[in-house]
């Protein structure tokens, strides 16, 4: 019998999920497997005009057993059977309701082709106007004031917002809905074969960063403060578990349906979970002092502090300080760009229209994606050559919204300081530089309020892939970037916790240190693009000031 122990980390993204299963002495990491959500790719249940993105719960059940399934036979059953403990992270807040058994909705025949009762994607934004109406109740609530460790705004992304819109839109799925479950706490309830809603637990990053849940008051909000924005959210308050879980901790033993599936023991620990990003932060080696950028589709930039260092704070326009969300006995800290990578899909796009659509029935669609591929390529190869004055082309990066600094997902975009002799790579350079912009106004805003920021650790598919994008992130924010060699970062985070869940060490911190991958790139500030730089982040400023205040 081979000694060496294993875990399996798996992470749900936007488009696909992603396990790995680690040594837990080593780090090594021993298989991989990737699975696109099938439904997602084809656009089903989603209208992207107006930010609404749903994912079918089918797609994460298919996805589970086809990734954790195809690392265990890569593995080889000898390692399969010394798997110790699986940990998953998601998207987030990325929520569902389900019934008193706690199946998801649309996993039921009457619900399965019905939008509302399938998961409710991180960046749908249909619960714009919910979360007006609590930041308003908030803003007014004498007794306790709910929104300080959420940074003073409650967001549409975020967990309430979207149940009081589904409430509201569906009396189907009001009326069938026991309680409201967040992605990353449905999993190891699945997992482990549970099948009472009354016995899922609440992780506390999740909880904390999109729930308003706080022990300092007590929990989650109290049910007066949720009939005040609405009485339909009452009696879901009521039913909310308020035994919140740290993701060092386990959730129960791998049910013996799910471990037949993935040729696994019922002895595996199944951990707690949490979202993708701070359980990315751990697979990134973050420390105190420096901010990890897990940099995709969107970011989530991630800070830890010690709660001594930290004091009584309140850090105004975050999304949030949580006690443990991150590391046990440290704040964890949440800021990001509601766009980055998708700012620079999006103008992929737009160049690909006519191919895509005008020419569809007379160029082969893989030939299409060859060209896509090659042109993005050639467009990034090109856009590191543009020299952008004073008179390029500008760029404001909030083509989904501002999520931090000050959260407000109706602010829209620009791209402006065009001519008749503005070529591709110059725009596409105004945006890349716009992405970087935003995440500089981020630092800003964190070191006004006297956090320290030493370095940026940056992980991700955009860190590795594009020296491009992170080389002008350096020269803008004036700072070295670290880059960790795990591609699967947030994977790897996961299965560094589920060793912690397992026993296999003390705390979360040791866990890192033995089975942490280290870095292989950092990238240096240019100096000499600094004076160019800091001219057009001011222009930058102006402009989203002009837009941030324009009228309705």
Same mark, same amino acid.
């Given at each position: ?9 798996? *992470?749900?993204?936007?488009? /696909? ?71 998953? /992270? ?53 007794? +306790? ?13 975020? %967990? ?16 069938? #809905? ?6 990353? *706490? ?18 506390? #990053? ?13 929990? %989650? ?78 970011? #989530? ?8 260092? %930290? ?48 020419? /569809?029935?007379?160029? $082969? ?7 896509? %591929?090659?042109?993005?390529? !050639?467009?990034?190869?090109? &856009? @590191? ?11 404001? *990066? ?7 600094? *000050? ?5 829209? &975009? ?8 503005? +070529? ?23 070191? +006004? ?38 591609? !699967? ?27 942490? &991958?280290?870095? $292989? ?20 400023? @102006?402009? #989203? !000031?002009?837009?941030? +205040? &324009?009228?309705?």
């Amino acid at each position: 019998m081979n000694a060496q122990k294993y875990t399996i980390g798996v *992470d749900f993204g936007t488009d /696909s999920v992603r396990a790995i299963i680690v040594n837990v002495e080593t780090g090594e990491e021993l298989a991989t497997a990737v699975f696109e959500y099938p439904r997602w790719k084809m656009g089903l249940y989603c209208d992207p005009q107006h930010n609404h993105f749903r994912q079918h719960p089918q797609d994460y059940i298919e996805g589970l057993e086809y990734t954790i399934g195809a690392c265990t036979a890569e593995a080889g059953k000898a390692i399969a059977l010394n798997v110790c403990a699986i940990t998953i /992270s998601t998207t987030g807040s990325t929520p569902v309701a389900v019934d008193e058994r706690g199946i998801p909705l649309a996993l039921l025949e009457e619900f399965n082709e019905n939008p509302n009762a399938m998961f409710l994607l991180w960046k749908d934004h249909s619960a714009i106007r919910e979360s007006e109406e609590i930041n308003k109740i908030a803003a007014n609530w004498e007794k +306790e004031d709910y929104l300080k460790y959420v940074g003073g705004i409650y967001s549409p992304e975020w %967990f309430w917002a979207k149940l009081l819109y589904v409430l509201r839109a569906d009396e189907k799925v009001r009326a069938h #809905c026991y309680t409201w479950v967040e992605h990353s *706490d449905w999993m190891p309830f699945l997992l482990t074969a549970k099948t009472d809603a009354t016995q899922l637990e609440r992780n506390v #990053c999740a909880a904390g960063h999109k729930a308003l849940w706080a022990a300092q008051h007590g929990g %989650f909000p109290s049910g007066d403060f949720f009939r005040a924005i609405d009485p339909l959210l009452e009696p879901f308050a009521a039913k909310m578990n308020c035994n919140v879980v740290a993701a060092d901790k386990s959730a129960g033993n791998l049910s013996e349906q799910w471990a037949t599936r993935f040729g696994l023991s019922t002895d595996v620990k199944v951990g707690i979970g949490a979202i993708d990003a701070h359980i990315g932060a751990i697979g990134a080696q973050i420390q105190p002092g420096y901010l990890t950028k897990i940099i995709g589709t969107s970011t #989530c930039d991630i800070l830890v502090v010690p709660k001594p260092d %930290f004091g009584n704070r309140f850090i105004k326009g975050i999304c949030g300080q949580v006690d443990g969300s991150v590391i046990p006995g440290m704040i964890g800290l949440e800021a990001g760009q509601a766009a980055f990578g998708d700012v620079y899909a999006w103008f992929r796009n737009l160049l690909m229209w006519p191919l895509q659509n005008a020419a /569809s029935n007379i160029i $082969d669609p893989r030939l299409a994606d060859k060209i896509s %591929f090659d042109m993005f390529r !050639q467009l990034e190869e090109k &856009a @590191a050559l543009v020299q952008l004055d004073e008179t390029g082309p500008l760029a404001v *990066d909030w083509f989904n919204g501002r999520r931090t600094p *000050d959260v407000n997902l109706e602010l829209k &975009a620009a791209i402006m300081q065009l001519s008749l002799g503005t +070529e591709a790579p110059a725009i596409y350079a105004a945006l890349v530089e716009a992405t970087c912009f935003g995440s500089r106004r981020i630092i800003e805003r964190l070191r +006004e309020q006297d956090l320290v920021i030493k370095g940026i650790i940056g992980v991700g598919g955009i860190a590795r892939k594009s020296g491009y994008v992170m080389q002008t992130m350096a020269n803008v924010l004036n700072m070295p970037i670290s880059i960790n060699k795990t591609e !699967q970062v947030c994977a790897k985070g996961a299965a560094i916790l589920a060793a912690v869940v397992a026993g296999r060490y003390v705390n979360v911190i040791d866990a890192m240190n033995a089975m942490g &991958a280290g870095f $292989d790139i950092t990238y240096t500030p240019d100096p000499q693009k600094s004076p160019s730089l800091e001219k057009r982040y001011r222009r930058y400023k @102006a402009v #989203c !000031q002009m837009i941030d +205040e &324009a009228p309705d």
